[in-house]
């Protein structure tokens, strides 16, 4: 039984704030204590701050909640402070929330590149959490730390990948073409006028992160725990595309080895069996499949999958032959729940277990 943390919610009306308050309700670890966002939103009840967009209710207890600036000092009780804010002003606020002590858990860009700060996948790399002694030297901090979750497309991505990587050793190459839901551009997001009967062929800065965060994530820690070191031999070719879907990231997938070429038989079997540290941790929100293989020819789908185990795991399916490549795939995952908000409250779980928190 572990003791409940009071945690704080930043950008709380936003597309990914909305997935954390639905997470947080009735969680076992966590209880909402503070929630922020603009000045736009802030001294306003929650209710009458948010255009609530999820297709579950609103949950009751955080109806009347103030919406508060996002100040360190209003969050200051708060174990634990989650962030779903724009990226245009996560940097400066994170920055005053690490500068005051506080743990932060962001899904903002900002610091995903900072050499101390592990950039998290919890289906991959929990043990990156070792570099935080070395980022409380670095940053003087004494209980404090920030955590930073991947873009939401990397996220499906690099599962599946650390699965092969684990059982086959380094990959050579990755080619991913990318069909992105839109609420993954936040709310409002993409005009009605440019998504219907449409593909949007760019998603500015999707394509680097895709191609960068890769390496990180499925890198190591180095032995003294003082630096991340990245996976420099596989290259990654990313596009990415917006389509007229509402959650639910898909990646077309194609992957050259970097030793012998497995068959598509022991390609399903290294992603069935694989299993990470979340899992074995026992955290709440871990799935207990972190993937999922369909040998359906038509699976996985965004409107039929994308909540399998909660939102929680990646779905693969359509596992093959690759002419130019070695194989080929299909994966799926929830945008805003593996994908973001989902992706930092299991992070924090493991923090927990692990006496971090
Ligand atoms: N959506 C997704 O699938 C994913 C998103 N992310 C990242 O998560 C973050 C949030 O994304 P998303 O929820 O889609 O974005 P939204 O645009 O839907 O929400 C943004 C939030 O930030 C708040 N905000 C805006 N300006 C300020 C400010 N000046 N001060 C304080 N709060 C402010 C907004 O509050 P208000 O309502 O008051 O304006 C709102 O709560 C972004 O950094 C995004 O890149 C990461 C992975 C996936
Ligand atoms: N750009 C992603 C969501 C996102 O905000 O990603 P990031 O956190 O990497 O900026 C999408 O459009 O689906």
Not at 33 to 60: C, F, I, M, N
Not at 185 to 201: A, F, H, Q, R, T
Not at 232 to 247: G, L
Not at 255 to 279: D, I, L, N, W
């Amino acid at each position: 039984m572990v003791d409940q943390k009071k945690v704080g919610v930043l950008g709380c009306t936003g597309s990914v704030g909305q997935r954390f308050i639905l997470l947080l309700s009735q969680h076992p670890y966590f209880k909402l204590h503070a929630v922020g966002a603009s000045s736009r939103s802030a001294g306003k009840k929650y209710k009458d701050a948010t255009r609530w967009k999820q297709s579950q209710q609103l949950p009751e207890e955080v109806k009347d909640m103030i919406v508060q600036e996002c100040k360190a000092a209003a969050f200051a009780e708060c174990d634990v402070v989650f962030s779903g804010l724009d990226a245009d002003v996560a940097g400066e606020i994170e920055a005053e929330f690490i500068k005051n002590d506080l743990v932060v858990f962001s899904n903002a860009k900002n610091y995903r590149r900072d050499p101390v700060t592990p950039l998290m996948v919890p289906l991959v790399n929990t043990n990156h959490f070792d570099i935080i002694p070395h980022q409380r030297n670095v940053k003087g901090l004494n209980k404090g730390f920030l955590v930073t979750n991947a873009n939401c497309s990397t996220t499906g991505l690099v599962v599946p990948l650390k699965a092969l990587q684990d059982k086959f050793g380094p990959l050579d190459a990755v080619m991913v073409t990318t069909l992105q839901a839109i609420s993954g551009g936040g709310y409002p997001g993409v005009p009605s006028m440019d998504i219907l009967d449409n593909v949007v062929p760019f998603i500015g800065g999707e394509e680097e992160k895709i191609e960068w965060e890769t390496g990180k994530i499925l890198g190591a820690v180095n032995a003294d725990a003082t630096a991340f070191t990245h996976v420099e031999q596989t290259k990654v070719s990313a596009q990415c595309t917006r389509v007229a879907v509402m959650d639910g990231h898909t990646a077309c997938v194609s992957v050259k080895f970097g030793g012998a070429k497995p068959t598509v038989e022991e390609v399903k079997a290294a992603m069935r069996e694989y299993s990470c540290e979340s899992q074995a941790l026992g955290c709440p929100s871990a799935p207990k499949m972190a993937i999922k293989v369909f040998e359906e020819e038509d699976r996985p789908q965004p409107r039929l999958d994308r909540d399998l185990e909660g939102g929680y795991a990646v779905s693969v399916g359509r596992v093959r032959e690759d002419p130019v490549f070695d194989i080929k795939f299909v994966a799926l995952s929830h945008n805003t729940v593996i994908g973001a908000a989902g992706s930092s409250i299991l992070n924090a779980e493991v923090a927990v277990v692990k006496g971090l928190l």
